[in-house]
């Protein structure tokens, strides 16, 4: 079941509730719907800059993050199966998938698990696996605060607005060190490298120039073992590429959904003949 309270609907599944962000009333009967997934200790808030595009957007805000209730799942592979509940609670058939950082891995377990489910894919921020930091965990552990700010300054280019940077400690505060924690665990623990060249979809692989959590390197790598990928690489931005760089961001997903859609549609047509 799901339903609207205010501006933000929800999903129930079971006795939980799972809030989102939309631009679109009646998702389930568009097939071009774009679902965004957010990072570590994020929630649906790094979405709000393509949420004013002109294409169908759901950005959820994952168990135990933003609104929704808990618990946290433990890895990305346990994201990816509530995302299939939570898409299946919508009554979404074939989607684009889009996520970052460990929203990103969340999509590559998806695509593998479901690939008949995903139109294409959108990957920011994100590489085969993840290295992070054992001493800044243990920052994170014992002073919260300061592992948000160390969080903030290698997160945004250099010369990013204040503000935007300003927004996103203030998301990592509210959803708690607990959050934050938890999914840097999961994402150190993701390896995509022995099974990501069997994901099959279109890919469209976004990275910052200055992106020094997930360097362009590691998005290269990925790009390169992914059989249908297409790589872009944002001047000037960092790890947060979609809030740091939005009409550049918005552009390439805009044109990358664009030709997938018409691609498809030109293979169904030959295929019926």
């Known amino acids: 079941m799901f339903c609207r309270i205010g501006l933000m609907p929800h999903i129930r599944i079971g006795a939980a509730r799972y809030f989102y962000l939309t631009n679109k009333d009646q998702t389930a009967a568009d097939r071009h ?10 929630d649906s808030s790094v979405w709000k800059k393509q949420l004013s ?8 805000d994952l168990p135990g993050h933003g609104r929704s209730d808990g618990p946290l799942r433990s890895s990305a592979k346990d994201y990816a199966l509530w995302l299939d509940a939570f898409t299946r609670g919508l009554e979404l058939g074939i989607f684009f998938l889009g996520g970052h950082s460990l929203g990103a891995a969340v999509a590559q377990e ?6 008949h489910r995903v ?8 590489g085969t696996h993840a290295t992070i930091a054992s001493e800044y965990l243990k920052t994170l552990r014992h002073n919260f605060s300061a592992a948000v700010k160390a969080s903030c300054l290698a997160a945004y280019a250099p010369g990013t607005a204040d503000a935007v940077s300003a927004q996103g400690g203030k998301m990592l505060t509210r959803n708690g060190p607990e959050a934050l924690y938890s999914d840097l665990c999961a994402y150190k623990a993701f390896d995509s490298r022995p099974w990501v060249a069997t994901i099959a979809v279109p890919a469209l692989i976004l990275c910052g120039s200055d992106d020094r959590i997930t360097p362009a390197a590691e998005a290269e790598e990925l790009s390169g073992l992914m059989p249908q990928a297409l790589l872009k690489i944002i001047p000037g931005a960092g790890h947060m590429a979609m809030l740091e760089a939005p009409r550049e961001f918005n552009e390439a997903v805009k044109a990358f959904i664009r030709k997938t859609t018409e691609s498809t549609e030109k293979n169904s047509v030959f295929s019926k003949k």
Do not use: K, M
């Not at 139109?119 to 994100?126: K, P």
């Open 33 to 42: 719907i774009l679902i965004l997934l957010h990072g570590s200790g994020g």
């Open 53 to 60: 595009e002109n294409i169908p957007v759901i950005a959820p």
């Open 110 to 115: 998806f695509s593998r698990a479901f690939p």
């Open 119 to 126: 139109a294409g894919l959108i990957l920011a921020g994100t």
